[in-house]
């Protein structure tokens, strides 16, 4: 769902969303025990709409919310992964030659 919110909102502008999906993004946030001002509007579209509408800003804040749930749920802590460590490939090693000699 997090992807999907992140290409809709690549696209520009206001973000909509089909009831299942809005409500799919509120189910995982209530789980995670995040709660927004954000997330209390999505619901209340939720409740009269077959199609949620959601400003720019809010569709950001609702993404940035799932992000840090899922990494509370996952890590026990907000802060964002740390980048692997970046290592330089091996070197391969140097082909063999084989010289085939006529007799």
């Known amino acids: 769902m997090t992807a999907q919110l992140e290409s809709l909102l690549a696209i520009g502008g206001d973000v909509r969303l089909a009831k299942r999906d809005a409500h799919e993004i ?10 927004s001002e954000a997330a209390d509007r999505l619901e209340e579209q939720l409740a009269d709409n077959d199609e949620v509408v959601l400003r720019r800003g809010d569709a950001e804040q609702l993404l940035e919310e799932l992000k840090a749930s899922g990494r509370r749920w996952i890590s ?14 091996e070197p391969e090693p140097p082909k063999r030659r084989f010289w085939r000699f006529r007799s």
């Not at 509120?26 to 709660?35: D, F, S, V």
């Not at 740390?82 to 490939?89: A, G, V």
């Open 26 to 35: 509120l189910q995982k946030l209530r789980a995670r025990g995040a709660g």
């Open 76 to 89: 026990g802590t907000t802060e964002p992964r740390e980048p692997p460590p970046q290592t330089e490939p």
